[in-house]
């Protein structure tokens, strides 16, 4: 990979999740990992893995400026039904449920970063979701959520083994979380369970010698410096 000095100006910061222990949170029977957290002990912004045990339940509670969960294991229930793995389920501004795992599930969670009463509420698995080509040859996109409006831009990105993708810019920022493989680029080299979160006005060059899945968010509160 040819690697272009601009693109290194700014580095992002990056969060091994394999090397944190699990913490336990004010539920018996839910445990989390905080990627990054703003705020409050409990009130504030945060990126986390969070883990049910088998069983385990949360009483019901409201979500001010939204939830994001993505499923990566197991099965996540709440009123509305149940989530098997690879479900992704937007919750927006204000919305309340209760939740539960019978079977136990991990999940990747964003509280607090959708602001703003009119979005919608979205379910999607995303194995079923239509691909679209991506930045580089052979790449594939499926969207999570986007919504006219606001500047959100939520997608599942599969690489190919030996892809390279052309030098680009992220404005607002862009987060990563490897879910499959590694990807590799200026800054960081990085498997699965790794969060990447690249600043305003980053750029770089991503690779991946031996393909990847990762979650990716651009736009919107993703950013950060």
């Known amino acids: 990979m040819n690697v272009n000095p601009a693109a290194s100006a700014l580095a ?18 839910v445990w989390r990992k905080r990627l990054r957290h703003e705020g409050e ?10 883990r049910f045990d088998p069983g385990a339940r949360f009483a019901h509670h409201e979500h001010p400026e939204g939830e994001e969960i993505l499923v990566l ?18 919750n927006p501004d ?4 209760s939740v539960w795992s019978n079977q136990g599930c991990l999940l990747f969670v964003k509280l607090r970063h959708y602001p703003g009463k009119q979005r919608q509420r979205i379910v999607r698995h995303w194995p079923s979701l239509p691909a679209k080509p991506g930045l580089a040859a052979g790449s594939k996109s499926r ?28 404005p607002e920022g862009e987060e990563i979380l490897v ?17 990447v979160s690249y600043p305003r006005a980053s750029q770089h060059q ?8 990762a979650y990716v968010r651009s736009g919107g509160s993703s950013a950060w410096g």
Do not use: K
């Not at 999740?17 to 018996?28: C, G, I, K, L, V």
């Not at 294991?73 to 937007?90: K, M, V």
């Not at 879910?179 to 969060?195: M, R």
């Open 12 to 29: 992002p910061l990056v969060v091994d999740s394999n090397a944190m222990p699990f913490a336990p949170s004010p539920q018996p029977g």
């Open 41 to 50: 002990a409990e009130r504030g912004r945060v990126t986390s893995i969070v």
């Open 73 to 90: 294991e197991g099965a996540f229930a709440d009123e509305q039904g149940s989530y098997p793995a690879g479900t992704y389920i937007f």
């Open 94 to 97: 204000g919305y309340a449920h």
């Open 143 to 170: 969207i999570l959520y986007e919504q006219a409006g606001q500047p959100e831009r939520v997608r599942i990105v599969r690489l190919p083994p030996g892809c390279e993708v052309p030098l680009h810019a992220h």
């Open 179 to 195: 879910l499959e493989g590694g990807i590799v680029d200026e800054h960081v080299s990085c498997g699965p369970g790794v969060w």
């Open 206 to 213: 991503p690779a991946s010698p031996r393909g990847a899945l």
